[in-house]
C-alpha cells in the first residue's frame, strides 16, 4: 500500500529500509551491482524480502553520503535510481523515498511513482525546492553540517539541539515560501552527519523536543559510526546496538526510523507494542 501522507494521528512507527544502488555505501555499497552496473534483478529480491519482513517504505539512494564520499554525476545517479524505483512501484506497489539532493532525480522519482524524497541537503541545491513543490512528493529534510567529503573533520556545536532545530525550522520556512505544502515536511536531525558522538548522544537525549517541532520525526542510527564507538565493534557486529537505539528513538517520539536490519527491528517493535501499546504494529 502507497503511503500518501506521514502526518497522522496514529503513533505506530514506520520502517523504512535502506536499499543503497551505489558501490560505495558504509554497510552495503555493490551488494546489488552486477559487473559494475545495479542488478534489476538482485534489487527487486532485495525488496522482496524487505516487505516480507516488514518495511512500509524503501529508501533507494544512488550516491553515497557516508563520510568522504564523493559525488557522482547526475546522469549517474539517475542511471542507477529511477530503473529500480519504477520496478519496485510497479512490480509491488510500495511507498518508495528517494535519497537524493538533485532536481533532476527528483523531477524523475516522482514520474516514476516515488512518494518522498530524502534530503541529506535539506533541498539547498539550486532548484530542488522548485522541483518538490512542482512533484507533491513529501520531503523529509535533514540536518548535515558541511558536505559527506568533509562533513566529519571539525564538527563543532555550541548547542547542538538549538542549531539543529533552527536550521530544520529554517529550512520548513524556506520550503513553505517556495510552495511546499507544510503537511509533506518530515525532518530529520542527521546523526552521523558532521557531529561527533557527544553531539550525536546529546542530539539524541534531545529527541522528544525534536518530535514537538510539529512534524514526523525520521530517525537513521542503523550500523553508524556513533554505535561503533560505544560498543567498540564494526559495522558488521552492529546490530544489536542499532535495534536498541531505534527502540529507544520511538520511545522519544521518532516516526519513521531508516534502517539496513528489517527484520531483527520489526521483531523488537512488535515487543514494544506489546507491552507499551505503541500504535498498531
Do not use: W
Amino acid at each position: 500500500m502507497i503511503i500518501s501522507t506521514f502526518h497522522s494521528d496514529s503513533n505506530k512507527p514506520l520502517i523504512m529500509a535502506i536499499l543503497n544502488v551505489t558501490p560505495d555505501s558504509f554497510y552495503d555499497g555493490g551488494l546489488l551491482f552486477n559487473n559494475n552496473n545495479v542488478s534489476l534483478d538482485l534489487a527487486i529480491k532485495k525488496v522482496d524480502e524487505l516487505i516480507k519482513s516488514g518495511a512500509d517504505i524503501i529508501d533507494v539512494g544512488g550516491e553515497s553520503t557516508r563520510p568522504g564520499a564523493i559525488a557522482v554525476s547526475q546522469q549517474e545517479e539517475l542511471d542507477r535510481v529511477i530503473p529500480v524505483v519504477e520496478s519496485i512501484v510497479d512490480r509491488f506497489g510500495a511507498s518508495v523515498s528517494v535519497d537524493t539532493s538533485s532536481p533532476i532525480v527528483i523531477n524523475e522519482s516522482a514520474r516514476v511513482g516515488a512518494v518522498m524524497i530524502n534530503d541529506v541537503r535539506a533541498l539547498t541545491r539550486v532548484g530542488a525546492i522548485q522541483a518538490v513543490a512542482a512533484s507533491g512528493l513529501n520531503i523529509c529534510l535533514m540536518h548535515m553540517a558541511g558536505e559527506p567529503r568533509d562533513m566529519q573533520i571539525t564538527p563543532s556545536y555550541t548547542d547542538v539541539f538549538a542549531e539543529v532545530s533552527k536550521f530544520l525550522l529554517d529550512r520548513v520556512s524556506v520550503c513553505e515560501l517556495g510552495g511546499i505544502d507544510r503537511k509533506k515536511i518530515l525532518i530529520d536531525p542527521g546523526f552521523g552527519f558532521g557531529k561527533k558522538l557527544e553531539h550525536n548522544l546529546s542530539l539524541f537525549r534531545s529527541l522528544t523536543e525534536l518530535s514537538e517541532l510539529g512534524f514526523p520525526l525520521v530517525v537513521g542510527l542503523s550500523r553508524k559510526s556513533m554505535i561503533g564507538s560505544i560498543l567498540n565493534k564494526p559495522i558488521n557486529k552492529r546490530l544489536f546496538g542499532s535495534v536498541t537505539f531505534a527502540i529507544l528513538a520511538v520511545q522519544k517520539g521518532a516516526q519513521i526510523l531508516r534502517v539496513h536490519d528489517v527484520s531483527a527491528t520489526a521483531d523488537a517493535f512488535k515487543i514494544l507494542s506489546a507491552v507499551e501499546g505503541i500504535g498498531n504494529i
